[in-house]
């Protein structure tokens, strides 16, 4: 009979223990992106690049400007068209001599054309210090360019 009792307390409690783990809802762990969207400064940037975005919808999602004139990049009438401001980074990171070197950059600011309806923005181009270039960028597009300005290449993305 000792044993009969001990065997249904102990049944009892795991019922109830397992009634209790049931009943209480497991929380689901936070994704990097659930972080992320509880930050302040990730609202603000996460809104001004989809403003930005919304800037682009009428660019082009081609390699080069449909009305652009003049060398590719070199020619501020021939921009090289890129997807925000951080596109611009990203296409200039990627551009090497055609020897391979990669090259720094200082934005000059900014400008038009009387054949582009965005703004364009001059980097000045530099290898080993030496400045080599003036480059002409439009960041409202849809798309990065694939091609490189002449003189130079575009490393493969990694």
Not at 30 to 57: C, H, R, V, W
Not at 88 to 107: C, F, H, N, P, W
Not at 138 to 153: A, D, L, V, W
């Amino acid at each position: 009979m000792t044993a009969f009792l001990i065997i249904t307390a102990i049944v009892v409690g795991v019922i109830a223990l397992m009634n209790l783990v049931k009943a209480k809802p497991r929380e689901k762990p936070k994704s990097i992106m659930d972080t992320l969207n509880e930050n302040p400064s990730y609202q603000e940037m996460k809104g001004l690049f989809d403003a930005m975005q919304k800037l682009n919808e009428e660019g082009t999602e081609h390699d080069i400007m449909p009305d652009g004139y003049g060398e590719f990049g070199l020619d501020i009438t021939n921009p090289i068209p890129v997807n925000t401001v951080m596109g611009s980074i990203a296409y200039l990171g990627r551009i090497r001599t055609m020897d391979g070197i990669k090259v720094q950059y200082e934005r000059v600011g900014s400008s038009s054309a009387p054949n582009i309806d965005q703004i364009i923005d001059e980097y000045e181009i530099f290898v080993k210090g030496q400045k080599v270039a003036n480059l002409f960028i439009c960041p409202y597009n849809k798309k990065n360019s694939e091609r490189p300005p002449m003189g130079f290449k575009i490393s493969p993305l990694p």
